[in-house]
């Protein structure tokens, strides 16, 4: 009873007290993600992780093994994340979000933790692209749509994680959702849908209605600024895309399979940053998907530089949200992690870069610890935050 008789700002203040002592060097100051990279300009890259199910083992009662593991975290200087906030499946959504006091108070502390450590987060709202819309029973166009009864329940949420997430200063920003753009302008007989699992809560599967255009997501990412902006949040908006697909350009037109040159993947890249509400730009870079692009020349640092350029003209910050490489043979693996790591380092534009993905054991081929074979990406990012 007393939880729900304290004010929100009670709450924060008692979800810091209650967490471990503010790391030494704490300079949140509620910065957005630009103004965060403008006080860093002269610093080079800032490198984090994303920490996928820390907030989700935080709620199901492994505290003290996600306290660690953002106290290893702060130890090697590493003091940015990525993490979802709203589950994934329709169910989990169901289960946790039955109790809303709850899970704002489990949400309080969570983000309690990050600020008493000095590490800034950015929060993906609905990391499932078919989330709201399976929630809603409508298809997955419905996101387009800022009537649909997916916005409507989707309002009320942004608008309970604007507050909660605005009270800590170290929250950089909210991402709307996971790769929207890989979704998009596919050929009938290749469409990619978000996935089925009827025992999740999706639909048995997914049918045309579900098809998305590249209109869907613009207007989708209108909707989300809009309704981010309406409920409060003044702080940093983050899309949550990848880099363009290799036909990305062409494919709006039904060239599907014709490769786009380099301009046009500038100005496609250009496009779904989501406009002047986004003060960046997110893409997400993996080793093996250079060869999708014929004017990179299968070089990495290549597309980087297009990427970088693309940033700048566009005078946003580049995020690059996850990136790695994901060769099976641990010796190419750090190799690629390497080239990767010195491309970034090198590049032009502020670039705040985020590993995937650590301490996450349902992905072993790519997840890395400070005590297994891929720890050594971590102490690469540590050292060159130095």
């Not at 006091?101 to 502390?109: S, Y």
């Not at 809603?136 to 009320?156: F, H």
């Not at 363009?244 to 037109?253: E, K, L, V, W």
Request: charged fraction near 25%.
């Amino acid at each position: 009873m007393l939880w729900r008789t304290l004010s929100i700002r009670a709450l924060v203040m008692l979800s810091c007290a209650l967490a471990p002592a503010a790391a030494k060097g704490n300079d949140c100051a509620g910065d957005s993600i630009s103004e965060f990279a403008a006080k860093r300009q002269n610093k080079g890259v800032v490198f984090g992780v994303n920490y996928f199910d820390s907030f989700f083992r935080f709620r199901d009662g492994r505290r003290a093994d996600v306290r660690a593991g953002l106290d290893s975290l702060t130890s090697s200087g590493i003091s940015v994340i990525r993490v979802p906030v709203f589950g994934f499946w329709p169910s989990e959504y169901r289960s946790r979000l039955s109790n809303r006091q709850k899970f704002r108070q489990e949400l309080l502390g969570y983000l309690g933790e990050l600020e008493a450590r000095g590490i800034r987060s950015i929060l993906t709202f609905s990391w499932f692209q078919g989330l709201y819309p399976d929630l809603a029973g409508e298809p997955v166009t419905a996101i387009a749509n800022p009537k649909s009864k997916a916005w409507q329940i989707a309002k009320e949420d942004l608008a309970m994680l604007a507050e909660v997430a605005g009270t800590f200063k170290c929250t950089l920003g909210i991402e709307f959702t996971n790769e929207l753009n890989l979704f998009i302008d596919r050929p009938v007989l290749r469409a990619r849908y978000p996935q089925v699992n009827l025992e999740k809560g999706t639909p048995r599967s997914r049918t045309s209605a579900d098809r998305l255009q590249h209109a869907d997501m613009m207007a989708a990412l209108r909707n989300f600024s809009i309704l981010a902006r309406q409920v409060g949040w003044t702080r940093s908006l983050v899309t949550g895309n990848s880099k363009p697909r290799g036909d990305a350009y062409n494919a709006r037109g039904g060239g599907f399979g014709r490769v786009d040159t380099e301009d046009e993947f500038s100005q496609g890249l250009m496009e779904q940053s989501g406009g002047s509400e986004f003060d960046n730009i997110s893409v997400h870079l993996y080793f093996d998907e250079v060869q999708e692009h014929d004017f990179a020349a299968r070089s990495f640092k290549t597309l980087l530089n297009v990427i970088s350029t693309t940033s700048l003209a566009a005078q946003k910050t580049l995020l690059v949200g996850e990136f790695g490489s994901r060769d099976g043979d641990l010796v190419k693996q750090r190799n690629e992690f390497e080239m990767m790591m010195q491309a970034i380092g090198g590049t032009r534009s502020t670039i705040l870069a985020l590993l995937w993905v650590y301490d996450f054991s349902y992905q072993p081929e790519l997840n890395v610890t400070f005590g297994n074979s891929r720890s050594y990406q971590l102490d690469r990012l540590r050292d060159f935050g130095k």
